[in-house]
Antibody, heavy 122, light 108 residues
């Protein structure tokens, strides 16, 4: 069964740091690009960052550029998000998602974890 | 950067009705890389449609996507109570992979 499990969320003060992790299973992790998407309480979905399978391409939303760092360890089937200089507006559920690919066709974000909550409070 | 605008903001329909949700893109996403997701309260989003019109695995055939260029539509025929959710469109052809603001579908 394909599965993504996030961890590392919690409470942190403005200016603090957190590192989110996402453990992948049930598929060949090293063959697919991965993403982080967040959702503030009561709000819509916001794409945060993406990383290609071999780290060739890394992208960030303007709202987190220079503060967040995405990385992956293909040997450990894991995705990470290092979040520094956190702000109150970073409070959200953070989802780990897979960039689906089948038969050479990109299929959007086809698998999602259940999310981990990050709360930045002063 | 492609901006997605969804309409209506809220849709209230009865079981058995047909729902039509719109997503307008500006500029048009590369290669029609447009997806639709369903999100129910307390749950992660679920991929419904990719490539504007292709159904994801396990999605009932009541859900269909159409459109190209700058206008895209998600149609849900024969609404069921469990279709009550927020629906988002997203383009994934090039960064930033932004989402629309969502359409809330209520089943009376």
């Amino acid at each position: 069964e394909v599965n993504l499990v996030e961890s590392g969320g919690g409470l942190v003060k403005p200016g603090g740091s957190l590192r989110l992790s996402c453990a992948a299973s049930g598929f060949t992790f090293s063959s697919l690009s991965m993403n982080w998407v967040r959702q503030a309480p009561g709000k819509g979905l916001e794409w945060v960052s993406s990383i290609s399978r071999n780290n060739d391409y890394i992208y960030y939303a303007d709202s987190v550029k220079g503060r967040f760092t995405i990385s992956r360890d293909n040997a450990k089937n894991s995705l990470y998000l290092q979040m520094d200089s956190l702000r109150v507006e970073d409070t959200a559920v953070y989802y780990c998602t897979r960039f689906g690919m089948f038969g050479g066709v990109i299929r959007g974000f086809d698998v999602w974890g259940q999310g981990t909550m990050v709360t930045v409070f002063s | 950067e492609t901006v997605l605008t969804q309409s209506p903001g809220t849709l209230s329909l009865s079981p058995g009705d047909r729902a039509t949700l719109s997503c307008r893109a500006s500029p048009s996403p590369r290669s029609n890389y447009l997806a639709w997701y369903q999100q129910k309260p307390g749950q992660a989003p679920r991929l419904l449609i990719y490539g504007a019109s292709n159904s994801a695995t396990g999605i009932p055939d009541r859900f269909s996507g159409s459109g190209s260029g700058t206008e895209f539509t998600l149609t849900i025929s024969r609404l069921e109570p469990e279709d009550s959710a927020v629906y988002y469109c997203q383009h994934y052809g090039s960064s930033p992979f932004s989402f629309g603001q969502g359409t809330k579908l209520e089943i009376k």
